[in-house]
């Protein structure tokens, strides 16, 4: 399947106590990650191999962010080759770009944001070329 999603991402008012509600109800593994922009931090749902990349066939990890915004949504992000042309795409078919490309960190690649043409937020994610 071209496209799948690959990883989701929930902010929250107060992380510390979303990561202590996530853990105990899940059993989710959650590991603080530091950025430039302030702290992320990484959830397991599912083990990874040695580039962090999930194991089993089908399953996402994600991330725990600190809302920035009121009404700052869930986040979910779809793998796609080209970030450049998918958002002309979404542009040519009424939709609206949130947040053009940016580089994530060293190695990690690019993500984007867009509304559908429903209201709907949703990212993307363009992984470095090898």
């Known amino acids: 399947m071209k496209n799948p999603m690959v990883h989701f991402e929930i902010p929250a008012d107060n992380a510390e106590r979303a990561i202590k509600f996530y853990k105990k109800?899940?059993?989710?593994?959650?590991?603080?990650?530091?950025?430039?922009d302030g702290d992320y931090y990484v959830i397991r749902t599912i083990d990874v191999d040695d580039k962090m990349m999930?194991?089993?066939?089908?399953?996402?990890?994600?991330g725990l962010v600190e809302r920035k915004n009121p009404g700052q949504m869930f986040m979910n992000y779809i793998k796609?080759?080209?970030i450049d042309e998918t958002l002309k795409e979404i542009e040519n078919?009424?939709?609206?770009?949130?947040?053009?490309?940016?580089?994530?960190?060293?190695?990690?690649g690019w993500i984007a944001c867009f509304r559908d043409t429903e209201g709907n937020m949703m990212g993307l994610h363009?992984?470095?070329?090898?």
């Open 126 to 130: 363009e992984l470095p070329k090898k």
């Open 54 to 62: 999930p194991v089993q066939a089908g399953g996402i990890n994600g």
């Open 25 to 36: 109800i899940f059993d989710w593994k959650i590991e603080k990650f530091p950025m430039a």
């Open 93 to 108: 078919n009424g939709g609206e770009i949130c947040l053009p490309k940016q580089e994530i960190g060293k190695d990690m």
């Open 80 to 82: 796609v080759d080209d």
